[in-house]
């Protein structure tokens, strides 16, 4: 899999978000999405307040990373989000999520294997990523990263871990 990785003709890039209001709104806007709602695990709208409270205190776990992906040469032009939370010493989460505009043509799998690399930058040895047993899309994505099924939780999701040893 290339690490270069090209939406609409532009290089895509991962970055580290920032707490300006350009970030908190993007990620804003994709959690309260009716994508972001079908997708978490808490179905509710978030208001704005609660966002920018949970996007701080995210940023200031040590392991854990926000990241925002975007088109630098389209001034910026952000078509995405993934996030590396703190499990334990050795495991690390994964969640991720694109603008619908910008699925279906691979970035989702660059996006999944750019957050592997990060959480090995991180000395994890495992991440683990829940999904919805009728996401196929992620299921596959996951699967084409490497990543193995391992169970069937309490929670009605399943799932997936690679290990980066
Ligand atoms: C999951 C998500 C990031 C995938 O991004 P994407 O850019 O569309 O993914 P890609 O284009 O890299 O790959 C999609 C793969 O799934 C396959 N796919 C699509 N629909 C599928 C289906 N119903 N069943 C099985 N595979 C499917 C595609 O064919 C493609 O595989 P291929 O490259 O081998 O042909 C994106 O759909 C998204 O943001 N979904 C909403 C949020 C979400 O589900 N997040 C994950 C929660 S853990």
Redesign the pocket.
């Known amino acids: 899999m290339h690490s270069d990785m090209r939406f609409s003709g532009h290089l895509v890039a991962l970055r580290l978000a920032t707490t300006r209001i350009a970030d908190t709104f993007f990620t804003w806007g994709l959690r309260n999405g009716e ?1 972001g709602r079908a ?1 978490s695990r808490n179905k509710d709208p978030i208001p704005w307040e609660r966002h920018l409270a949970w996007f701080k205190a995210f940023t200031e776990v040590h392991g854990q990373a926000l990241y925002i992906v975007d088109i630098p040469a389209m001034q910026g032009l952000r078509i ?1 989000t993934g996030r590396i939370h703190h499990v334990d010493q050795d495991d690390c989460e994964i ?4 603008s619908e505009a ?10 999944v294997a750019q957050l592997c690399k990060k959480a090995s930058h991180f000395h994890y040895a495992n991440v683990i ?3 919805q047993p009728d ?4 299921c ?2 996951l699967e ?1 990263n490497g990543f193995h099924l391992e169970s069937t939780n309490t929670s009605d999701l399943i799932r997936y871990q690679k290990s980066l040893a």
Request: glycine share 14%.
């Open positions: 994508r997708v995405g969640s991720y999520m694109l910008a699925t279906g043509q691979g970035v989702g799998t660059w996006l990523a829940e999904v996401n196929l899309t992620s596959h994505v084409k």
